[in-house]
């Protein structure tokens, strides 16, 4: 049987590798659940299964709303819900962290030393999504900056600039003067470099695009785009200027540097509940705070094998947090599991199981903030095992006995341990349980599938 699924698993990635995988494919996950094996599965990128209210009369019809109820797709009907209108997590695809993104004359920008934008110019692709940014007749720096909401870590701005008139550009991310670099439109040369890694190229219709890393980007620190005259230190960049010459800019886009693979370079934000989703995975996003859905009780007493496939990212390693956990409590109950990102006050992913005794499996290092497909395999006997996988790979097992018994009669917990404690501060984009083992062909599938919606490797 092993070699049978070995040659199973090797024909699978070799037709995946010819044909690939198709995001709106559900024959995988649904093949899971074809010989009545009890289990659920909730996919927030399909918005028909998701409603604001927990009783389904108000269906959710765009990002940024919240989500009362999540139906179940397995065919089992184990429907996720919150009562509690102020505890329901919301569903979103934000990935680019500033706003206004086409329309540099709003107000957000704050405006310093620069005459209104003017819009309509031709931009890197050819359409009229550009703005010429003049400086006025003062003597002054003259530059634009946005305040974007977001957390101390790796950060990617992109922009697409070229002179109209003014060769230099001044960018400076991070707001504590450490992290800046001046542009040459011209020649595309990178001068005054601190604190970032920055490349710039000559793209489409003579702009440049500039690529700017910074190491650790500070909360609440602001975005600044500065027009300068010569190539010098941004805190020197004072001149009078003509009042007509300036740069053409478009596309900013600032997002956490590891934030998915394979997304789209730039994604347009009007404000935090209007942005473009074209490409960009949806998510339903936990606060960490007091968001949580839950089910009626789910009978998985008939079996002691279980599958758990989660496509996961987690925003904080201050404690323990629940992605999903079978009963109020793992400690507490037994015939259960939890599926946790951290396991603790570490950079940490842990699946645990529990017959009548409970074994964990903690795999580092995995820091947040950080994206991840996730794949718990459970069996309390015969044999005992207990594995986790990250990202297609195996990362930790055990075989350690978790006692005896089948998993039992009890909710499923999501985002929060019985909607009480063990808050989870991040995204949770696919999950899918299954009262099952899951061989090694299903286990393939499932993750590469996962991985389409999370776009995670």
Known sequence: MKYILTVLAFLSINISAQF???????SNPKELFANGEQGVWYDPSDLSTLFIDSAGATPVTNVE?????????????????TTA???????????NLLTWTEDFSNAAWGSFSMLSPVAGQSDAFGTNKAYKLVPDTSNAQHRIQLIPTTIAASHTFIIYAKSAGYNYLGLRVGGDGTSVCCVN????????????????????NNY???????????????????????????????FKADGTSGIIICFPDLRVSNDGVGLPAYQRVTSSTDYDVVGFPKYLKFDGIDDYLVTNSINFSSTDKMSVFAGVRKLSDIGQSTVAELSSSIASNNGAFLLSAPNSAAANFNFSSKGTTQ????????????TNTITGIASISSPALNSIRINGAQAGTSSSSQGTGNFSNNPIYIGM?????????????????????????QIYNTEQFINLKTNAF
């Open 417 to 441: 341990r019985a909607g009480t404690s063990a808050k989870f501060s991040g995204r949770l984009y696919q999950l899918i349980i299954r009262g099952a083992l899951s061989n090694d062909y």
């Open 20 to 26: 690939g995988f198709n995001k709106d494919d559900e």
């Open 85 to 95: 209108t102020t505890k329901r997590p919301y569903l979103s695809a934000r990935y």
């Open 359 to 370: 074994v964990n499996d903690s795999v580092a290092t995995y820091t947040s903030p950080i």
């Open 65 to 81: 709303q919240p989500v009362g109820l999540m139906l179940d797709k397995s065919g089992r009907g184990n429907h996720a819900k």
């Open 185 to 204: 439109l011209s020649t595309q040369a990178i001068t005054q470099v601190t604190g970032v890694t920055a490349t710039a190229i000559l793209a489409d």
């Open 208 to 238: 440049t695009k500039i690529t700017i890393i910074v190491p650790n980007y500070i909360s609440g620190a602001y975005l600044r785009i500065n027009i300068m005259s010569a190539d010098m230190i941004l805190s020197s960049s004072v």
